[in-house]
């Protein structure tokens, strides 16, 4: 089932028990995702597509939650954690760190990368194969402490 097709379920669900914080995360990743569909002319839009931008709402609202603390707008910090909460349950499950290490590890076992000259390389792969199953920062902060 399409992520389009499982936050309309999730819409309906959070409308008939009201709840307006769930409903308003559920409307704005339906909204981006009928945008980048309208961009891309009716393409489908692929599942890498529909991670991609959970991904960017969730550091979004991240973004937003450390803004706010730290302007001790605890309100809204506090509207913005629970969406990204909410979004993030659309995701894929992710990687603890243990298994990232062990993912990475066998993709610079796969490159066949030494040292810190190979960064570019190894993060090429493994931000592709890992895209989804954890966040960027983690997987370029894994990939540095391994090659050095």
Request: hydrophobic residues 40%; aromatic residues 2%; without cysteine.
């Amino acid at each position: 089932m399409s992520l389009e097709i499982t936050i309309s379920e999730a819409i309906k669900t959070a409308m008939r028990e009201k709840d307006k914080v769930a409903l308003d995360s559920l409307r704005a990743v339906k909204s981006q995702i009928l945008l980048l569909k309208t961009e891309a002319r009716g393409a489908e839009v692929s599942p890498e597509q529909e991670i991609a931008i959970l991904q960017r709402m969730i550091k979004q609202r991240k973004d937003s939650f450390d803004q706010f603390s730290a302007q001790g707008r605890n309100d809204l910090a506090e509207v913005e954690e629970a969406q990204s909460k909410i979004i993030e349950q659309f995701l894929p499950k992710q990687l603890s760190p243990e298994e990232l290490e062990a993912e990475i590890k066998k993709i610079i076992a796969e490159t066949g990368a030494e040292s810190m000259k190979d960064l570019g390389k190894v993060m090429g792969t493994a931000s592709k194969s890992l895209s989804g199953k954890s966040d960027g920062k983690s997987i370029s902060e894994m990939v540095k402490k391994l090659l050095s």
